[in-house]
């Protein structure tokens, strides 16, 4: 399974920014839809936290205290991709931003390479 981030930049604060993760590689037993799917994000000298997830087929989400209501997860099982929605940007929502791809809640599953996201004015 590969994962591919794309959408990262320099917003300002209150800005919007649409992160995308497209994956690949999947087999027909284990398709797409049937992993759960999550944003990670990692600031400089702090470690990697849970931001967003969507469950499989079932599209449950939940999100971290820190960004409930600001940001939404989605995902296209048809375009095997899935999106984070960042909206009211922070300049504490500073950091790299990771995509999963778990078949099992607990397992590493699988990792993007990481997209920027830095806001600042």
């Known amino acids: 399974v590969q994962l591919v981030e794309s959408g990262g930049g320099l917003m300002q604060p209150g800005g919007s920014l649409r992160l995308s993760c497209a994956a690949s590689g999947f087999t027909s037993g284990f398709p797409f839809s049937s992993y759960h799917m999550s944003w990670f994000r990692q600031a400089p000298g702090k470690e990697r936290e849970l931001v967003a997830r969507?469950?499989?087929?079932?599209?449950?989400?939940n999100y971290a205290d820190s960004v409930k209501g600001r940001f939404t997860i989605s995902r296209d099982n048809a375009r095997n991709t899935v999106f984070l929605q960042m909206n009211s940007l922070k300049a504490e929502d500073t950091a790299v931003y990771y995509c999963?791809?778990?078949?099992?809640?607990?397992?590493?599953?699988?990792w993007g390479q990481g997209t920027q996201v830095t806001v600042s004015s």
């Open positions: 969507i469950t499989n087929a079932g599209g449950r989400t």
């Open positions: 999963n791809a778990v078949l099992f809640l607990g397992s590493r599953g699988h």
